[in-house]
């Protein structure tokens, strides 16, 4: 799994808090994704971080912000959680040779 | 809008018999992947094609590639009941760093 790892695992908020998910990686690599997971949705791209403090956006980017500080680190904020941000959150690495993701377990969140 | 969509979004077969899934892509593009995604687990990658190659082998799984109808099938021969999952396309385009998955097709391999 390239060493993959998100936090927290689950979470269960209110709206109109802030949450941050967190994603590690402990493989070196440049690129990394974060993806929103519902369902009749598949997997949409929120943002994703091509070096350190190098961050775009992806298809629903709106109500997320991404920081990366440390290659080895990759954050998801939601500055102000709707319910509508109640998913599944995954977190992916790219190996730049050969294009291959590899993914974290992924981080639910519920906000009521 | 999504980029890939697979086809069909749910397939149920006998063990021992062949799955294939198609997916469709809108844009020129520089690779498409495929994953699998167990139940409640992070995604797996399966198998990489480039956009210069038309087929690929990977133990059971045979990826197609035509870029001129812009879609991409999978081939899963003598499934067995471990294959049941759900299986995405994703697809990275030219000059583009983004990868877009589509929404996937739901895998039952029947005992």
């Known amino acids: 799994d390239a060493g993959i790892t998100q936090s927290p695992r689950h979470k269960v908020t209110e709206t109109g808090t802030p949450v941050t998910l967190r994603c590690h990686q402990t493989e070196n690599h440049r690129y990394m994704y974060w993806y929103r997971q519902d369902p009749g949705h598949g997997l949409r791209l929120i943002h994703y971080s091509y070096g350190v403090k190098d961050t775009d956006k992806g298809e629903v980017s709106d109500g997320y912000s991404v920081s990366r500080s440390k290659t080895e680190d990759f954050l998801l904020t939601l500055e102000s959680a709707t319910s509508s941000q109640t998913s599944v959150y995954f977190c992916a690495a790219r190996d730049s040779n050969t294009g291959e993701l590899f993914f974290g377990e992924g981080s639910r969140l519920t906000v009521l | 809008s999504q980029q890939g969509e697979e086809d069909p979004q749910a397939l149920s077969i006998q063990e021992g018999e062949n799955a294939t899934m198609n997916c469709s892509y809108k844009t020129s593009i520089n690779n498409l992947q495929w994953y699998r995604q167990n139940s409640g687990r992070g995604l797996v990658h399966l198998i990489l094609?480039?956009?210069?190659?038309r087929e690929k082998h990977s133990g059971r799984l045979r990826v197609t590639l035509d870029t001129s109808k812009k879609s991409s099938s999978l081939l899963i021969t003598a499934s067995r009941a471990a294959d049941t999952a759900s299986y995405f396309c994703a697809t990275s385009m030219n000059r583009d760093d983004k990868i877009i998955f589509g929404k996937g097709t739901r895998l039952h391999i029947l005992p």
């Open positions: 094609i480039r956009s210069n190659e």
